[in-house]
């Protein structure tokens, strides 16, 4: 079992609001990663980082912002939350010297903007 | 990463084994087989992954055919907590970060 984490697992919130998802991990992992998910859809990666202070945008435009100041913490911030924000929000975590790139995941944010 | 083909949806037994094919002709010498699971709404479950030999841990056995053309997990005494979508996908050798992405995956659904 992952020792990764996620909070809040569900939030509703309205517009304009800003808002931070927390994800933390106990593994020791460098590799953390934050995707977006609709019901039924693929993955999309949005962020992701390869350890402290390194931050790097993914396939798929976001307009959240990132942070890795801690090697266990990765939160995501909205500033300004928009119904197109509905979505669920994964966080992810992986080994660096994984030469394929195991990735463990958290249990999700399902995020609703009003 | 190789291209899979899995079942769109499987049926099994409570306390049966559930075996839950993949196919992956293009798969190159050093590229992986994993597996991941989906129970609905929540985040992906890593299950086990392999190259040539078969693996075991402590949720399930991969079974990797000789000529790597093709796989099947083994979940050995299935549970309905099992019910999930199963994804089987190829990766290759890569020390940078990468997204992950599934495909349709097969729906097993644990039956009473």
């Known amino acids: 079992e992952a020792d990764i984490y996620q909070t809040p697992r569900y939030l509703v919130i309205g517009t304009g609001k800003k808002i931070t998802l927390e994800c933390s991990q106990t593994m020791g992992h460098d590799k953390m990663y934050w995707y977006q998910q609709d019901p039924g859809m693929e993955l999309h990666l949005i962020h992701y980082s390869y350890g402290v202070n390194s931050t790097e945008k993914g396939d798929l435009s976001s307009e959240s912002t990132v942070s890795r100041i801690r090697t266990e913490h990765f939160p995501l911030t909205l500033e300004s939350a928009r119904p197109s924000h509905t979505s669920q929000y994964l966080c992810?975590?992986?080994?660096?010297?994984?030469?394929?790139?195991?990735?463990?995941f958290g249990p999700g944010t399902r995020l609703t903007v009003l | 990463d190789a291209k899979t083909t899995q079942p769109t949806s499987m049926d099994c037994a409570e306390g049966r084994a559930a075996n839950l094919p993949c196919n992956h002709s293009?798969?190159?010498?050093?590229?992986?087989v994993y597996w991941y699971r989906q129970i609905h709404s929540q985040g992906p479950q890593y299950i086990i992954h392999g190259l040539k030999n078969n693996e075991t841990n402590e949720m399930a056995s991969l079974i990797i055919t000789e000529d790597r053309k093709s796989s099947t997990l083994i979940l050995p005494h299935a549970t309905l907590r099992d019910t999930a979508v199963y994804y089987c996908i190829v990766r290759g050798l890569s020390g940078s970060a990468r997204q992950l992405t599934f495909g349709s995956g097969t729906q097993l659904t644990v039956l009473p």
């Open positions: 992810a975590s992986s080994e660096r010297i994984d030469p394929t790139d195991t990735q463990y």
């Open positions: 293009t798969i190159s010498g050093n590229e992986y």
